[in-house]
């Protein structure tokens, strides 16, 4: 077979024409001019007088808001990437992209591999069901099949609770917020995931659940093709991750070593912080 037709057959294109790359094996994501912008729809209420001229009914207001603003990276096999910067700058909204939960408004995401979440990230649990059966719901998303799901609930509910008060067959609604986050870590790594997305996950849980994530997190690190880690704790990212990308209003503004893009970032908030202080003097 010649060299042309075996690598027209491996090219993927989209539904809009975008020629995928094929196959490559150095790979994990490629992210190219990604925009995403959020639109939210919300009945205003009415003022007196337009309650009067429109009948009780509120004006409809479209709220939008550009939280990613056409970024471009890719990632090599390998790669644990931290991604920082301030609130509101696009991560989470980055990470919900890459796993495949937000769809793009436009730009490409390729990705070599199963892409895996923590389920707080987005996906979002049904707080009527218990545990168990989020951790059911969670496992058929990321692509396993129901006896997979089945076998595993079991390992996962079990690593979710770590020995506390068993809590996974109770419903959700019931949690408090470090037993959510720790059913949603659970998942996140249990599922097998070639391309494991982290938010801020060391941050939620007691002392011993952080102790154990962060270990269950190097052993993932070691199997899996790429991991993203969400952080404000920039010692952790420093510690972490071989590369960092740092996002402001929706643009990459740098990506690097951890220690220069932590550095440069860190440069940039002791300006903006001083501007601040100086406008306020
Ligand atoms: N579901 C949504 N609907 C509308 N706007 C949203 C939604 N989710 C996020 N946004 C907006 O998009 C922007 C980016 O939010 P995102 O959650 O990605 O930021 P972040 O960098 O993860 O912030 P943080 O550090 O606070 O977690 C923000 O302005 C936010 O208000």
């Given amino acids: 077979m010649s060299s042309l037709s075996e690598s027209s057959r491996n090219t993927r294109t989209t539904r809009d024409g975008y020629t995928l790359e094929p196959d490559r094996t150095d790979l994990a994501v490629r992210v190219t001019d990604l925009k995403i912008t959020y639109k939210t729809t919300f009945e205003k209420r009415p003022t007196l007088k337009q309650a009067v001229v429109r009948f009780g009914r509120g004006t409809r207001t479209v709220h939008t808001v550009e939280a990613l603003k056409g970024i471009s990276f890719d990632v090599k096999n390998g790669t644990t990437m931290g ?147 969400v952080s404000h704790g920039l010692a952790s990212v420093r510690e972490l991750c071989d590369e960092c990308i740092w996002l402001d209003h929706g643009r990459l503004m740098m990506r690097g070593h951890p220690d220069e893009v932590t550095a440069a970032y860190l440069e940039f908030l002791k300006v903006k912080n001083s501007e601040q202080n100086s406008e306020e003097v």
């Fill in 83 to 229: 991604v920082i910067g301030a609130n509101g700058a696009g991560k989470s909204t980055l990470l919900r992209a890459l796993a495949g939960i937000l769809p793009p408004t436009s730009g490409h995401i390729e990705t070599w591999g199963k892409a895996s979440t923590m389920l707080a990230l987005g996906v979002g649990f049904n707080n009527a069901l218990t545990g168990r059966e989020n951790i059911i719901l969670g496992g058929l998303a990321t692509g396993l099949s129901k006896k997979e799901v089945r076998l595993r609930a079991q390992e996962v509910g079990e690593w979710a609770e770590g020995g506390t008060d068993p809590f996974v067959d109770r419903p959700m609604r019931t949690y408090s917020s470090g037993q959510s986050a720790r059913v949603g870590f659970s998942v996140g790594v249990h599922m097998d995931p070639d391309i494991l997305m982290v938010d801020e996950a060391l941050s939620t849980g007691d002392a011993g659940f952080r102790e154990r994530a962060a270990a269950k997190l190097e052993e993932l690190r070691a199997r899996s093709r790429a991991m993203f880690f």
